[in-house]
């Protein structure tokens, strides 16, 4: 079951920034102060082959394998997300239903929602682009 990490670096003005573990996951979450998620990263297979599936409302979704940084010369590396396309959907969401049962139900409602929607997308072999977000041109009145 998924427990909160209390300690954790805040990083982003403005957004609370929480991490979830277990043996299979960590979820770390972006929050406006209403409560709204606006970033999440979904890491699973921690202990394995581990890959991460991110969403963000600025710029949609990726699906990275990572690369644990093994060490080099005597010194640990920071690991890094590498490209990979496939996304086992069912069977991370199945886990994810188990596991997140301390989340409360928005946060963990949303996070399944947002799997689907990849999972669909994926499925079809369609890439998923990023959300577009409008600003305006920096002399148009607001």
């Known amino acids: 079951m998924l427990r909160e990490i209390l300690a954790v670096r805040q990083d982003k003005p403005g ?16 929050q406006k102060r209403d409560g709204a998620l606006v970033n999440f990263q979904l890491c699973y297979d921690v202990r394995g082959r581990e890959r991460a599936l991110s969403w963000s409302h600025a710029q949609g979704f990726s699906h990275n394998k990572i690369d644990s940084g093994d060490e080099y010369a005597g010194q640990p590396m920071t690991p890094l997300l590498k490209g990979d396309a496939r996304f086992p959907h069912r069977f991370v969401r199945t886990r994810f239903i188990r596991h997140a049962t301390s989340l409360d139900a928005t946060t963990s409602t949303f996070i399944l929602d947002k799997m689907r929607e990849f999972g669909r997308h994926s499925a079809r072999g369609e890439i998923v682009l990023p959300r577009r977000v409008r600003t305006p041109a920096p002399d148009t009145p607001i």
């Open 15 to 30: 957004l609370r920034r929480r991490w979830f573990q277990d043996e299979f996951f960590d979820l770390y979450t972006w």
